[in-house]
């Protein structure tokens, strides 16, 4: 985002005719990364303008050999012209949204930077962003001699706040480098560095509630960074807090496409909650991405048991007792599924299977004798 901002600005961002050379020409690695940002943003831009099927519109005249200009005026009914106009609103307001660390101070290296806070050594700013520089290179005693001045000046600088607790906890001072911490954040404007540290310290202490908050303001700031969510959810997790975990995790799962275990963990998160609907559409997706994954087949399988879907229900159960061959409980479950279903022939293939593996499997012979019993009605 910063690099979208900072291209945005000096009016070098690619169009729809030349984000391929970002691809196949880079001229640098910023290059590389404003040609993924901004396809993904134009990708975005599709779906927030057209509808939920507007890629799929513009993949299938792609297949039929259109060029993207084509493409847009059959898709969308839009000339290039006003797509683009309507694109930059759109970026306009992503960078709006974005947390102001978009706009920050431009970049000096090490070099640059000593030079600038020694013509300038009354200036706050860069003497915490010195104080940082020293901070990780190492140089203890140079960070902590810009930053003591500026904490004794202004208790309340975020960023030499945030060196300082740095050095603190390096020398064992963990109570004192938190109460500085929780100090001088500023929760309308959080600066990162101080945000990350003071939240992973509150998780670390198990302050459960405490980090979340953190971890949540930074998400809202953020809204496009997924670290936090990421960190948001290691709390939930940690704290079994189920009901917060999902939608993080849903979030998330937005935003990558091929991350099958986080779907996987969805749909178990739905089992839990007896949401039959949410936990088929989970694990599908888990299935879509590793159709060899025995799990998230046998959700989908308890899904659709649950639906009465019957027969796709005992299709998912085959692959997933395919998969986990030695998942003797899965066996009884799609038994028990068959003479729900009203198939006993089935449900006793089944579960004659599981006997020659097991033969005192709990439940097995009550099983057997109502199999029997509905066979015979």
Known sequence: MEVLAERRAAGTLFNLETINL?????????????????????????????????????????????????????????????????????????????????????????????????????DADLAGRLALEYLRRKNLPQARELVAPLMKQNPKDQLAAYVMARLKLSIGENDEALALLRGALDREQPQDNLLGLLAGLELKAEKYDAAAELYELGAKREPHNLQWPQLLARVYLLSKNNAKLGPVLARLADADADDA?????????????????????????????????????????????????????????????????????????????????????????????LLVLEPQFPGAKELAARIAQAAHR
């Open 261 to 353: 275990p986080l779907r996987k963990k969805l749909a178990q998160l739905a089992w839990d909650r007896h949401d039959a609907e949410a936990t088929a559409k989970w694990a599908l997706q888990a299935i879509y991405i590793d159709v060899q994954d025995g799990d998230s087949h046998r959700l989908l399988a308890l899904a659709l048991t649950a639906k009465k879907d019957w027969s796709r229900a005992f299709e998912e159960y085959d692959a997933a007792v395919q998969l986990l061959p030695q998942d003797l409980q899965l066996r009884y479950t799609w038994a028990e599924a068959a003479l729900a279903a009203g198939q006993p022939a089935q449900a006793k293939l089944v579960l004659d299977k």
């Open 22 to 122: 970002g691809f196949i020409r880079p001229h640098s690695s910023q290059d590389w990364t404003l040609a993924y940002c901004q396809a993904e943003l134009y990708a975005e831009y599709m779906l927030d303008q057209y509808g939920p099927d507007a890629l799929a519109q513009m993949l299938t005249a792609y297949a039929d050999n259109l060029t993207t200009p084509a493409a847009l005026e059959r898709s969308f009914h839009v000339p290039v012209a006003d797509f683009e106009q309507g694109y930059q609103a759109f970026l306009q307001k992503t960078l709006a949204d974005a947390a102001p660390s978009s706009a920050a101070a431009p970049a000096l290296d090490f070099a640059a930077l000593v030079k600038a806070q020694a013509d300038k050594p009354h």
